[in-house]
C-alpha cells in the first residue's frame, strides 16, 4: 500500500498557515494500535475474573468493580480527553495517553491485592481516555474524502472486533499462564505494545490541534463525570452490595445532574463560551441521529459479551479458553462484514445500516430458538449459527456508524465531536454491562440460565428493531 491520507492546511503556534505532514499507512496503523487497546482491555477481563476472585479473594462486589472501574473513569473523562487534545495538540496527548496505558496496565499486573488492582484499573480507564479521543480526531482532521470514509470504516471494525477478540485472547492468556502469571499477563501484555504505539506516534502521526484553543469547562466537566458517576455506580454496584439506599439516591439525583449538566452547556455556548459538550453538534442530523442509534447498539453490544461470558463460564462450566474460543464465529462474522462495509457503503449508503439491524436481530431470535429449544444440549457448537449472524449484523451497523456521525463534523471541532461519539460509545457499553448483565445475574438464580439468557435476547432483539427504524431516517448518502 503506497496510498497517503492528506492532512488539510493547519495554524502554526505563531498563527501562520502552513502545509502539515501527511498521515501515512503507517500512522493510520499507528492510531488504529491505539485504538484497539483500550477497547480491547474493556473486555479482555471477563473471562479472568473467576480467576481474579480466586487468587485475590476479591468478593462480588469488588470483583464488578475490577470490571466497572475502567469503564467508568474511560467514559466520563472521554470528552475533557477530546477537548485537551484540540487544545494541546492531538499526537501529544496520543502519546502522553499510550505512555500512561502502559504504565497503568504494568500496575494492574503487578496488584498485590484486589483493592490495588480496582484502583489500577481506574487509572487504566483514565490513561485510555486521553487516548481514544484523540484517534477519531486525528483521522477527522487529517484526511478527508473517501480516504477519511475508510480510515473511519476501518476504526468502526477495530472497535468491534477488539471487544470479541478481548475475550477470546483474555481465555487463552489465562489459561497459557505464562510464567506462572496467570490473569496477570491479561494486563502485562498491554505494556510492551502500548510503548510501541507511543514510539511510533511520535514517528509517523502527525500534530494537529484546533486553530483556536478553548479553556476546560470546568463546571461542565464536574456536572458530566457526576451524572454518569450517579447513573453507573449504582447500576453496577447495587445488586453485589444488596441494593442499600445510597444506590437508590444516586440513582434518583441522575435525571437532576443531568438536566443541570444541559443547561450549563446550553447557557455556556448561548454567552459564546466552549463548552465542554457544544450542544449545537446536535443540530447536525448525522451526528444527532447517528448517536440515536449508537445507543442502543452499543449498549445491546456491551450487555450480549458480558453475559455470554458469564453463561459460558458458570453455566455451561466452560474452562477460559473454551469460553474465548465459542465466540470466534461472531469476530469472524464481524470482520467479514467489516471488510465489505465500505464497498456496501458505497452502494448502498445508510441503508446498510439497516440491512446490519435486521440480520443482527435475525441472529439473536436464532440464538433465542436455540436456547429454549434444547438447554440441556445447549453448547458453542449449536451457538455458532445466531452468533455469527449477529456477528455479521453488527460489523454492518458499526462499520459505517462511525462515517455517519462524523461525516458533517468541521475539522476544529473534531477533538471535541470525536470525544462526544466515544463517550457515548463506551458510556452505552458500559450501560450494557450494567443493565442487561446485572438483570441476567439477578434473575438467573430463580428463571435459570436458559430463560435468564432469553430474557436478555429478546431485549436486545428489541434494541434491533430501534436501530432498524432510527436508520431510515438516515441520509440515504454517507459522505
Known amino acids: 500500500m503506497t496510498q497517503q491520507l492528506t492532512l488539510p492546511r493547519t495554524t502554526s503556534t505563531a498563527g501562520r498557515a502552513t502545509d502539515a505532514p501527511t498521515l501515512g499507512v503507517a500512522g493510520l496503523v499507528t492510531v488504529l494500535l491505539g485504538a484497539f487497546l483500550p477497547m480491547l482491555d474493556f473486555f ?15 468478593g462480588p462486589a469488588v470483583l464488578e468493580l475490577v470490571a466497572a472501574g475502567y469503564g467508568i473513569a474511560f467514559a466520563v473523562l472521554l470528552v475533557l480527553g477530546g477537548r485537551l487534545g484540540d487544545a494541546l495538540g492531538r499526537r501529544r496527548l496520543f502519546v502522553a495517553g499510550a505512555a500512561l496505558f502502559a504504565v497503568t496496565s504494568l500496575a494492574c499486573g503487578l496488584a498485590p491485592t484486589a483493592w490495588t488492582l480496582v484502583a489500577a484499573r481506574v487509572a487504566q480507564g483514565a490513561s ?31 472497535g468491534g472486533i477488539s471487544v470479541v477478540i478481548g475475550q477470546v485472547l483474555g481465555g487463552m492468556m489465562v489459561a497459557a499462564d505464562l510464567f506462572g502469571s496467570g490473569w496477570r499477563a491479561v494486563f502485562l501484555l498491554n505494556v510492551p505494545f502500548a510503548l510501541l504505539t ?62 443541570a449538566f444541559l443547561t450549563v452547556e446550553r447557557r455556556a455556548e448561548r454567552m459564546g463560551r466552549t463548552p465542554l459538550v457544544p450542544l449545537s453538534l446536535l443540530h447536525i442530523p448525522e451526528m444527532r441521529r447517528g448517536l440515536g442509534i449508537a445507543l442502543p447498539y452499543f449498549t445491546g453490544f456491551g ?30 462474522g464481524y470482520f ?12 448502498f449508503g445508510s441503508r446498510v445500516i439497516t ?58 471541532r473534531a477533538g471535541v465531536g470525536s470525544g462526544v461519539l ?9 450501560l450494557g454491562v450494567a443493565t442487561l448483565g446485572t438483570l441476567f445475574l439477578a434473575v438467573s438464580p430463580t428463571m435459570g440460565f436458559a430463560h435468564a439468557l432469553a430474557l436478555v435476547l429478546a431485549l436486545q432483539f428489541g434494541g434491533s428493531v430501534i436501530i432498524a427504524v432510527l436508520s431510515l431516517r438516515l441520509p440515504r448518502s454517507v459522505a
Open 198 to 259: 507511543a514510539v511510533l506516534a511520535v514517528r509517523f502521526v502527525p500534530e494537529t490541534r484546533a486553530s483556536r484553543a478553548a479553556g476546560v469547562d470546568v463546571p461542565g466537566t464536574v456536572l458530566l463525570t457526576a451524572s454518569l458517576l450517579s447513573l453507573f455506580v449504582p447500576l453496577m454496584e447495587g445488586r453485589a452490595v444488596g441494593w442499600p439506599l445510597w444506590t437508590w439516591l444516586l440513582l434518583g439525583l441522575f435525571p437532576l445532574l443531568a438536566a
Open 422 to 430: 466515544a463517550t457515548t460509545q463506551q458510556s452505552s457499553l458500559a
Open 44 to 58: 479482555i477481563v471477563n473471562v479472568a475474573l473467576p480467576t481474579i476472585d480466586h487468587d485475590l479473594a476479591a
Open 355 to 412: 440491512a446490519g439491524a435486521v440480520v443482527q436481530g435475525i441472529g439473536l431470535v436464532t440464538l433465542l430458538a436455540t436456547v429454549l429449544a434444547d438447554w440441556t444440549h445447549f453448547s458453542p457448537l449449536r451457538m455458532l449459527p445466531g452468533v455469527a449472524l449477529a456477528g455479521i449484523g453488527q460489523g454492518l451497523v458499526g462499520t459505517p456508524l462511525f462515517r455517519v456521525v462524523l461525516s458533517k463534523v468541521p475539522a476544529e
Open 128 to 158: 485510555a481516555a486521553l487516548l481514544l479521543p484523540q484517534v477519531l480526531a486525528t483521522i477527522t482532521a487529517a484526511s478527508s474524502g473517501s480516504q477519511r470514509a475508510r480510515a473511519l470504516g476501518i476504526y468502526g471494525a477495530v
Open 303 to 332: 450487555g450480549f459479551m458480558f453475559v455470554v461470558a458469564i453463561l459460558l463460564q458458570h453455566g455451561l462450566r466452560l474452562g477460559p479458553v473454551a469460553a474465548g474460543w465459542a465466540l470466534v464465529p461472531m469476530a469472524a
Open 336 to 347: 467479514a462484514a467489516s471488510l465489505s462495509g465500505p464497498r456496501l457503503v458505497g452502494r
